[in-house]
């Protein structure tokens, strides 16, 4: 993973109760990192030539851009009451929330956001913000599902590509910070359907398919519990389809890290199918893992 040394930790806020929490957990990260906590609001108005001041007959301290003033004021208080010793600056950033967000991500140890904003519908799964910018995003994106938990280790996806390498990485440095454990899980096909979405291949040795895929979860794993040496690792194969394991172990975890496949050029399809369901489902916090950028 790139250190980015002396990058913040960045955490886009819109006046929601979904980007306060993602405000506390940014907070953590920060502190737990030893970096700078940068607050962002993207204000969209000016690309729509609206009027930002106060009305003509309103109280003065009125309008739009007043009122995003405010909301980075309440997210960078917010963030000082958690961590009083924290670095904590403010932007009021004019543009559409997602290339704000990946503008900033470039320069980010770590992009933090919550799960919905203002204006979601209650039987949407994730923001479109969300999902866009995990997709894209030049550093690991940290979206707050679920509860936010103090016990439980960090779950991270393997499947031996290099891309789970950085998603690696990116676990075992946070199972660190959090004084826990890892839970590394490589999901394999089973000669058998276990559930919907199980593909039964046509040639099935089960004893070979074992075999070679402990092969794939023991080379991925190998050094890094040399690296992290406080770190205890509960190595878990598990038959069925990944995405489907990996939401289910989420129950348990503090966090879940996953590496982002995708090869699409439009919107979900940046992300890839595992990542992508994860993104939608998994019950704890998680993170997208991408390759930095060339």
């Not at 389809?241 to 129950?251: G, H, Q, T, W």
Request: hydrophobic letters at 50%; charged letters at 20%.
């Amino acid at each position: 993973m790139t250190n980015r040394a002396g990058a913040p930790v960045v955490v886009g806020v819109d006046g929601s109760r979904s980007a306060l929490d993602a405000v506390g957990v940014a907070a953590r990260e920060a502190v737990a990192r030893n970096r700078p906590l940068r607050v962002v609001h993207a204000f969209i108005w000016p690309l729509f030539g609206a009027p930002l001041g106060p009305a003509p007959s309103g109280p003065p301290d009125g309008g739009l851009r007043n009122e995003a003033e405010r909301i980075v004021t309440e997210a960078v208080a917010e963030a000082g009451k958690i961590a009083p010793e924290l670095t904590v600056t403010g932007c009021l950033c004019d543009g559409a929330p997602t290339p704000v967000l990946l503008r900033e991500a470039r320069d980010a140890a770590l992009v933090v956001l919550g799960t919905r904003g203002l204006g979601g519908f209650a039987g949407l799964l994730i923001g479109s913000v969300a999902v866009q910018v995990s997709a894209r995003a030049d550093c690991p994106v940290l979206v707050v599902r679920g509860e936010p938990r103090a016990d439980g280790p960090v779950l991270v996806g393997v499947d031996g590509s290099a891309l789970s390498t950085e998603a690696l990485g990116f676990a075992f440095a946070a199972a660190a910070q959090r004084d826990t454990g890892l839970l590394a899980v490589h999901a394999w096909l089973t000669p058998a359907p276990i559930g919907p979405g199980d593909v039964l291949p046509l040639v099935y040795d089960v004893e070979a398919v074992a075999a070679e895929e402990e092969r794939v979860l023991a080379e991925a794993l190998a050094g890094w519990s040399e690296r992290y040496p406080d770190v205890p690792v509960t190595r878990r194969l598990v038959p069925g389809a990944a995405a489907r394991v990996l939401v289910e172990a989420s129950a348990s975890a503090q966090l879940t890290v996953v590496g982002a496949h995708g090869r699409g050029a439009l919107g979900g399809m940046l992300l890839g199918s595992v990542s992508h369901a994860v993104l939608h489902h998994a019950h704890s916090p998680l993170v997208i893992v991408r390759r930095p950028a060339a």
